[in-house]
Each structure stands twice: as C-alpha cells, then as structure tokens.
C-alpha cells in the first residue's frame, strides 16, 4: 500500500486548506494508500513536520494549501527520494496551475496523484532555500512590500490595491546583473527569474519558462511610463507581454541579480534584499502528478 503524509496549512485560502484535506483523504483511502494527516501552527514548526516526514521515507509528502506550503515542502524534499504531491488551496496556486493539477478540489487533486506516477523538475536554489516558480524583483517585489504592511483588506485584493498604489510612485530601477558570467547593466522596471511560467495567481511573467528544462528564464521589462506600465501589466494573464519592445527574455543556468534597496520574493516568500544567485538545479524534486 502506498503511502502518504498529508501536511496542510490550516489557515491557507482562508480554511480552504483543511477543506481540501477532508476532501482528499477519503480519495486516498478509497484507493488502499495509507495516510498520516499532520498540520502545523506556524511555517517554522511545519517546515519541522515536513523534514521529520521525508526522513521517515513515505511513498509521497503531500501539501495542501498556496504556492507558500508548496515552497515549504520543497525545502524538505529537494535533493531526496521523497516526491512531493500538491493539494493547491492557496490564493496563487502557481506552481499547481504550472504542473496542471486542478485547482481548489481536494479530490480530484487527489486523484492525479492516485493515477499519477513521480517525474523529476529543476528547481532554482538561493543559497540554501529553493523556489520552484519565480523569483520576484522590481516593480512587483516593491508591491508585495507593501502589501505585507497593509492590514487591510484581506487576500488577493491587498496586492490588488498595493499594486495601484505602487504605479502611482514607481520609478525605473538600475540593475546590475551577471548572466552565466556575462555583466549586464540595465534600467528596468522589474527583473523576474522564472523556474516555472507564472507568479501572482496566473501572471505569466517568465512565459515560456519550463520546469525541467535546465535552465532559468530571466525576464526585464525596461523602463516605461506608469500609464504603459498599468495598460501592459493585464496582458501578463494571456503571456502576449512578450510581443511588447520594452520587453527582454535571457535563458541562464545562474544568474545574480543585484539592486540597491529591492527585496527579492519567491514562491511569494520573502528571500531576502538583493543581490541575490540564482542557479537552477535540473532535477532537484520529484513531484507526484
């Protein structure tokens, strides 16, 4: 019998989390695998759960809840034996929509990895933490900024509003970048590195970018007014960004990202001010999907 660890945040999507559990393991029952149901009170006693369970050697660690669970879980499983399986409940659900597991359905997430089998995926690696979607670092970091000091509204509206807030204010930033060994100085108004396609709830900023491909995709959009900028930003849902002149896409093994006072997100996580490397890792976890 296979079997599997199901970790969630409890609180993620607003509860959605520990609906989507109930909903998945009577799937996984119904199918013979056995299950061990664990939750954390915070991201520092989950991300304990989750290595205490990968070095246990279950058949999968399943995460249920945003891109910010899934990120936890990565750190505990990347370089291991040990696949990870995602139930996306989160707000974002970007490294899910990226691997096309469905989105808010405990079961029928369950059910792609019941019938599914583990593949291998690069993973970008800072340091020591990873990321498997991308690595936020301009105009849009500078607005998660803000919205982490926002105590209101709630939810995908605070970064709504952070965002609007931003456009009024945001002027170029001047990067310096290294690109495999070459030096690139650039005023842009944000550089992304994507491991994956997508961040910000299906924002298709690094489009094109593949999961197991060995390679990262550094995206710059170069200066533009702040009417271009809000008229541009909704055509990052469909990727025809990419048709845009201040546009520019670079395709790298490692890449270091360096600008004064911006603070680098990835998985929506906080990593840190820059400068900041990046390297991917080709096949650094197993996902079950």
Known sequence: MP??????????GKGRG??????????????????????GRDAEESLDLARAA??????????????????????????????????????????????DIPLRD???????????????????RVGDRWFGG???????????????R?????????????????????????YVLDLDGEERRVDAMLVAVGNGPSYGGGLRITHGAVLDDGLLDVVLIKPMGRVELARTFPRLFNGTHVNHPQYERHRVRRVTVASAGIVGYADGERFGPLPLTVECVPGAVKVWA
Not at 18 to 39: C, K, M, Q, S, V
Not at 71 to 82: K, P
Not at 136 to 148: H, I, K, Q, T
């Open 18 to 39: 520990a609906r989507l559990r109930d909903e998945a393991l009577p799937r996984f029952h119904g199918a013979g695998w056995r299950t061990t149901a664990l939750y």
């Open 150 to 174: 926002m105590r209101w509204p709630k939810g995908q509206m605070r970064y709504n509003l952070a965002t609007l807030a931003e456009l009024r204010v945001f002027e170029p930033l001047h």
């Open 54 to 99: 990968v070095a246990d050697e279950p058949d999968v660690l399943v995460v249920c809840g945003g891109d910010g669970m899934v990120n936890l879980g990565l750190q505990a499983t990347a370089g291991t034996e040990v696949p990870i399986g995602i139930l996306p409940g989160g707000t974002g659900n970007d490294i899910a929509r990226s691997l």
């Open 134 to 148: 991308v690595l936020a670092a301009g105009f849009d970091s500078v607005a998660n900024e803000r919205a982490n």
């Open 106 to 124: 405990g079961a029928a997430a369950a059910a792609r990895i019941i019938h599914g089998s583990p593949r291998p995926i690069d993973l970008a």
């Open 3 to 12: 079997r599997a660890v199901v970790l969630t945040n409890p609180t993620s």
